[in-house]
């Protein structure tokens, strides 16, 4: 799970770790901030990886058709763009400041395949959090919310947060009627300010440092800088202050499923039996239910 600090105990904040260079799809080189299966428990939230390079050898490969079943997947692009298709029939580019949310449900096989800006430049967050047991067969769903979709709240000291799900200071994000409920916030503090939030004492809580440094408790002990998660310890609220460069996370909370964990690769059921038939369906033709609007030939 990469390099963690031990925090101390008048801090809360858990744990930090720093994320871990990875080679995913293709052949995409990512950095993996944390994934379940291997690491702590962060339920509801299953892995987080971010994909950032200006070299196109880095992610021109792509994520070429695959499948997921039980799971969302959560991607939010920084630069450059990803191009999307799925069995479903959708298809569309996801381009800076966009969200897509896509709920796999009972099953559905996807291509991502990354593009960078007129630099090259490519950074993009995909974010997995598991469905509770009564949801994972569900019919699966695509949304797309466009980055001018997305409200943003600037405070009285320059801080600027857009709120892509959950809610600040009475702005609400524009991710509803979602299966497992979520918090998802972009915080940019300037220079040396302070940004506060409430939470929930049940909930996981995580900050991933998207760019600059910061201290991640008002005692200004718990110091993490780009690339690294922050693991909050159960509180009602959460202080950061930026360092002298500012400094931008993502801000994630959400209520635990409490329910057993069978996963393996893009599927994430409860049960190994629930796993085995999964496998199964994709070997046998029958992991998409319905129509899949695709032909073999286009995977």
């Given at each position: 799970?990469g390099?963690?600090s031990?925090?101390?105990n ?16 293709a052949?995409?080189?990512?950095k993996r901030?944390?994934?379940?299966s ?14 950032h ?13 695959h ?12 630069s450059g ?22 709920t796999?449900?009972?099953?559905i ?19 997995w ?11 699966p769903r ?11 709240v600037?405070?009285?000291?320059g ?12 702005m609400?994000?524009?991710v ?13 503090i300037p ?28 005692e200004?002990?718990?110091f ?5 998660l922050?693991i ?17 996370f ?17 599927v ?8 085995k ?16 609007h ?5 995977q």
């Open positions: 799970m390099n963690t031990d925090i101390s008048t801090s809360n904040v858990r744990q930090i770790l720093k994320s871990v260079p990875i080679t995913e799809g052949g995409v080189h990512l901030a944390f994934t379940s291997r690491g702590p428990d962060l339920d509801p939230f299953l892995m987080l990886d971010d994909f390079s200006d070299n196109p050898s880095d992610y021109r490969m792509g994520f070429p058709w499948p997921h079943r039980g799971m969302e997947t959560i991607t939010y692009m920084i763009i990803v191009e999307h298709r799925d069995s479903l029939g959708n298809k569309g580019t996801i381009g800076p400041g966009d969200i897509q949310w896509m796999a449900g009972s099953g096989i996807h291509q991502e395949m990354p593009k960078g800006n007129e630099k090259g430049e490519l950074r993009g967050l995909q974010l959090t598991n469905l509770p047991a009564a949801h994972k067969m569900m019919p695509y949304r797309e919310i466009k980055s001018e979709q997305i409200p943003s600037h405070t009285m000291n801080t600027v947060v857009k709120v892509i799900c959950g809610n600040v200071d009475g609400h994000g524009p509803k009627d979602i299966m497992t409920e979520i918090e998802y916030l972009d915080v940019n220079a040396d300010a302070s940004f506060r939030h409430p939470t929930q004492p049940e909930n996981t809580v995580l900050a991933y440092v998207l760019e600059g440094e910061g201290y991640f408790d008002p200004s002990i718990s993490a800088g780009s690339e690294s922050v909050f310890k159960s509180d009602y609220w959460i202080e950061v202050k930026a360092a002298d460069k500012g400094v931008r993502l801000l994630l909370s959400g209520k635990p499923l409490n329910e057993p964990v069978a996963w393996r690769g893009p994430v059921m409860n049960t190994q039996e629930e796993l038939q999964a496998f199964e369906d994709y070997k046998e033709n029958r992991f998409v239910k319905g129509e899949a695709f032909t073999e030939s286009s």
